[in-house]
């Protein structure tokens, strides 16, 4: 199973960013997929899930800001972020989860900053 995240970067409080996660090796439309953080000293935690029949659900802190959304043909779940504050800077890991068993992609880094 690889799970590939692009899409974190510089950007400017208030900005937006897409993050993007491409999956393979897994059957991805039975699949409940998710983005944590991790900052820097931090515990990682859960940003937003949603699961293969499309239920979404967010971290309290990102409700409003962020939203999550999954392509089954492309086997991709993206991370559409709004109004990003410099507490949204960490490193952002898309995971997928089926059955029991549990994926971790590499991470990117999202940077919000001036």
């Known amino acids: 199973v690889q799970l590939q995240a692009s899409g974190g970067g510089l950007v400017q409080p208030g900005g937006s960013l897409r993050l993007s996660c491409a999956a393979s090796?897994?059957?991805?439309?039975?699949?409940?997929m998710g983005w944590y953080r991790q900052a820097p000293g931090k515990q990682r935690e859960l940003v937003a899930s949603?699961?293969?029949?499309?239920?979404?659900k967010y971290a309290e802190s990102v409700e409003g800001r962020f939203t999550i959304s999954r392509y089954n043909a492309k086997n991709t779940v993206y991370l559409q972020m709004s109004s990003l504050k410099p507490e949204d800077t960490a490193v952002y890991y898309c995971?997928?989860?089926?059955?029991?068993?549990?994926?971790w992609g590499q991470g990117t880094l999202v940077t919000v900053s001036s």
């Open positions: 949603i699961t293969s029949t499309r239920t979404a």
């Open positions: 995971n997928a989860e089926l059955g029991n068993r549990a994926y």
């Open positions: 090796g897994i059957y991805f439309s039975i699949s409940d």
